[in-house]
């Protein structure tokens, strides 16, 4: 391959990859807990629905950021495939709150 990125560069694109995978692993953390509180304890459905959002950016930024760092394509029907249970888990937890 003639248009190739020296190893150097591959191996420093990884590393950013890796660097800002890990960095979004807090605020993911954050969110799981927060969404626990606010489905288990006190039921607010507008906290549980921020929360909820907020997980699934962090989670599709940290795929993305992997896969970016991999020189990979970043959109990947897979990926969303991949949020489909956890999405369907939330909503039965939620589905007796809705107003309806």
């Given at each position: 391959m003639?248009d190739?990125?020296p ?7 990884a ?5 800002a995978a890990?960095a979004?692993v807090y ?11 606010a489905q288990l304890?006190?039921?607010d459905?507008a906290a ?16 993305a950021a992997?896969?970016w ?30 107003p309806g």
């Amino acid at each position: 391959m003639p248009d190739s990125p020296p190893a150097h560069a591959r191996r420093a694109r990884a590393l950013m990859g890796v660097v800002a995978a890990s960095a979004l692993v807090y605020p993911l953390l954050v969110c799981a807990v927060q969404l626990g509180f606010a489905q288990l304890f006190v039921v607010d459905l507008a906290a549980i629905t921020l929360w909820l959002g907020l997980a699934v950016l962090c989670s599709v930024a940290v795929v993305a950021a992997v896969r970016w760092g991999a020189a990979r394509r970043v959109r990947s029907p897979w990926l969303l495939l991949g949020l489909a249970p956890p999405a369907l888990y939330e909503l039965w937890l939620v589905w007796p709150l809705l107003p309806g």
